[in-house]
């Protein structure tokens, strides 16, 4: 492995320039690879690394632990749902109503940090978990007595992005080139994904990302070096509510279709299970996480031909299996990788640290206690 | 007013089987300060481990008396959630005690999905029907109408709990549990067995699950493989409410929020004039318990954690 890295170590400019020809070329190679069901699956790849990178603002960046995440996507794509669906006969276009969709979670971020920023640990992982099942529940509701969110039956027929003349939504042809729905919104969602990537980012090494780790490693001493605690902590949940709504508002327009079943409780907890897994407050570990994550239990369908394959016959139904293993997997992931996939070179160092230092730093902010 | 009695009722049966459950959570919480995620799943299991074995004495021995049979279910529930969770604890938590506290939260997740998706395998995607085995007599209280299973839940809980306080206040077990939950290095010194503690917390927890999860499926006369979930939610945030950590906490946020959500459900209607419905229960749960931890941090009982550096 290394012998193949060297060299491009040593030419960062031609490592960027294969890696930014790969990911180009990404959703063709699967295309013909696997099949285009596949290139829906890198889709929703991307959009579990735009949530996973917002949510790692929370959780990585400040150590806030937020078990309600999902809300805020929720609410991005019901307000990309209300102003651009015929539902209520509103056609507004993609770069209107996207960031209204984003400042629209953002503000929620804000109005639910407010009150409930002073609890501590697991009492705020609980009070949004709280929030996030209030949100669906209200989604889930508020068909009557003014129809609002059409109930469970979710909203439908909502418009794909539409840039200048070119939609989104179907296969476009260019001299010769056909590239279906799903390849478009790949490279949509790729552009989208590198942007979060360069804020979240950026805002680390800035003076607010200093800010977010020194209260996530010690709230007083931060404190006392003059940060306003309060003021950065709800800069990071409306950074990350941001985030959210932005994702959602992409996942409305691409599925063209949204109910209340895609912003339960579990998907709080799988982009959860994304950063800690690929490595909370690394970026790049955590987009291996959301893609592994993601890719995972797609693999897992095949579990069904496996079987025909080596035994002849289907002796467990694929469906009833594929969780299982994910659960397995998560907890021997787990168990052999407690820092992540891909941990931070700080925490790889609190990880590799004496027994006195370790049990101080397992004690900190860092891992959302107290 | 007899609407109110009612609802105060079917809270309280409710509310004290929350606390059971949520017990479970703020011991393990008081001691390692996890979230047992899978806890939940415990409770769903000692309720299809039960029915399991009560369907099949039926099938054995129909003469036998139904109070007996349900029994038997409930005795042998018991020691399975117990190893249960005794192999939970030594295959996910323990290796990851030294770990950062997201670790353990993620294995707990992880154990949670599998032993839904085990129960799937094992026990169908179905309903599975209570059997009516036990007497249907009831009583009526001014106007409301109590079953004499209400009466048992609540007697039996009110038991359980006086007995784990018991346990925990004058045996010498419980004074390790205790001496743990305020330091575990210290109780080490002081020569207490912390690992046989903590597995000890779990199983005792584990044990009160499985009758809750008995309790909740004859209350409600289903089980189902999802239904540890919902109920785990409730029962976490229930400890929560109380005050996490605290054992008459639990038992406080328990009740409380059995009472709240049935007061809830049958009021809620008249209170938003018919603008939200009874299925809006839950959400009437969860807005008390930020209510109440914006103005109470720490949960009712819980003690005021001074801000560790």
Redesign the interface.
């Known amino acids: 492995m290394n012998r193949v890295l060297e060299p491009l170590r040593a030419r960062p400019l031609l490592a960027f320039a294969l890696l930014a020809a790969l990911l180009a070329a990404l959703p063709f190679l699967v295309g013909a690879g696997l099949g285009n069901s596949w290139v829906r699956v890198l889709d929703f790849a991307l959009l579990y690394v735009l949530l996973a990178i917002g949510l790692n603002i929370v959780?990585g960046y400040a150590g806030l632990?937020d078990l309600g995440y999902i809300a805020f996507y929720a609410l991005g794509a019901y307000l990309y749902a209300w102003l651009a669906s015929p539902h209520f006969g509103l056609h507004l276009p993609f770069w209107a109503v996207l960031p209204i969709g984003a400042a629209f979670a953002g503000l929620f971020g804000v109005l639910l940090g407010a009150?409930?920023l002073?609890?501590?640990g697991?009492?705020l992982?609980?009070?949004t978990?709280?929030?996030g099942?209030?949100i669906r529940?209200?989604m889930?509701?508020l068909n009557?007595?003014f129809n609002l969110t059409n109930g469970p039956q979710g909203m439908n027929l909502i418009d794909p992005v539409k840039l200048g003349g070119l939609s989104f939504g179907k296969t476009l042809h260019f001299h010769g080139l056909t590239l279906p729905s799903t390849y478009l919104y790949y490279y949509l969602f790729l552009a989208f994904t590198l942007l979060a990537m360069f804020v979240a980012l950026r805002l680390r090494d800035s003076r607010i990302g200093r800010a977010w780790a020194a209260i996530r490693e010690?709230?007083?001493?931060a404190a006392a070096m003059g940060i306003n605690t309060r003021d950065m902590k709800l800069l990071a949940f409306a950074m990350g509510a941001t985030f959210g709504g932005l994702a959602g508002g992409l996942f409305a327009a691409f599925q063209g279709f949204i109910s209340p079943e895609s912003f339960t409780?579990w998907e709080s907890?799988l982009v959860?299970?994304m950063i800690?897994?690929g490595g909370?407050g690394n970026i790049p570990g955590v987009i291996l996480g959301a893609v592994l994550l993601t890719v995972i239990p797609e693999a897992l369908r095949y579990i069904g031909d496996l079987q025909r394959a080596t035994l002849g016959h289907v002796v467990?139904d694929p469906s009833?299996?594929r969780?299982?293993l994910?659960?397995?997997?998560?907890?021997a992931m787990?168990?052999f990788r407690?820092?992540g996939l891909l941990p931070s070179r700080q925490r790889k160092r609190e990880f590799a640290a004496e027994d006195g230092v370790?049990?101080q730093e397992?004690?900190s902010l860092?891992?959302?206690?107290? | 007013m007899d609407i109110f009695l009612q609802q105060l009722v079917n809270g309280l049966v409710l509310g004290s089987i929350y606390a059971l459950v949520a017990l479970g959570y703020t011991m393990v919480?008081g001691i390692l300060?996890l979230?047992n995620f899978a806890h939940g799943e415990v409770v769903m299991i000692g309720a299809m481990v039960a029915l399991s074995v009560i369907g099949a004495l039926m099938g054995a021995a129909p003469d036998l008396p139904g109070v007996m049979v349900v029994l038997a279910g409930i005795l042998v529930a018991i020691p399975a959630c117990m190893a249960l969770a005794f192999g939970i604890e030594k295959?996910?938590y323990r290796?990851?005690r030294?770990?950062?506290?997201?670790?353990?939260?993620?294995?707990a997740?992880?154990?949670?999905?599998?032993l839904?998706?085990?129960a799937?395998?094992i026990w169908g995607r179905q309903y599975i029907s209570f059997p009516p085995l036990l007497p249907r007599a009831s009583f009526e209280f001014f106007g409301a109408h109590i079953t004499l299973l209400q009466i048992v839940i609540v007697a039996l809980a009110l038991t359980i709990m006086a007995g784990l306080w018991l346990l925990v206040e004058k045996t010498r077990l419980g004074r390790a549990m205790r001496a743990t939950a305020q330091s575990r290095e210290v109780a080490q010194l002081m020569g207490v067995n912390v690992d046989r503690v903590i597995s000890a917390t779990f199983i005792i927890g584990a044990a009160i699950a499985a009758i809750a999860g008995v309790m909740v499926s004859a209350y409600y006369g289903l089980a189902h493989y999802y239904m540890g979930f919902m109920l785990g939610?409730k029962a976490?945030?229930a400890a929560?409410l109380g005050g996490?950590g605290n054992l008459f906490g639990a038992m406080l946020g328990g009740l409380l929020l059995g009472v709240i959500e049935a007061l809830g459900a049958g009021y809620i209607g008249d209170l938003t004039g018919?603008?939200?419905?009874s299925?809006?229960q839950?959400?009437f749960a969860?807005?008390v318990?930020?209510g109440v931890?914006?103005f109470r941090?720490?949960?009712l009982l819980g003690e005021r954690?001074a801000?560790?550096?």
């Open positions: 959780v632990l009150p409930t002073r609890l501590r697991d009492y992982a609980i009070v978990l709280g929030f099942e209030i529940i209200f889930n509701n009557a007595p010690d709230e007083i001493a409780l907890i959860l299970c800690v897994l909370m467990v009833d299996l969780m299982l994910f659960g397995t997997a998560l907890v787990m168990l407690p820092a370790a049990a397992q004690s860092y891992d959302t206690k107290a | 919480y300060e979230i295959i996910a290796p990851l030294r770990a950062p506290r997201l670790a353990p939260l993620i294995t997740i992880g154990v949670s999905i599998i839904q998706n085990l799937m395998l939610l976490f945030s929560v996490i018919g603008f939200l419905g299925h809006y839950d959400v969860f807005f318990l930020i931890l914006v941090p720490s949960g954690v801000n560790r550096a």
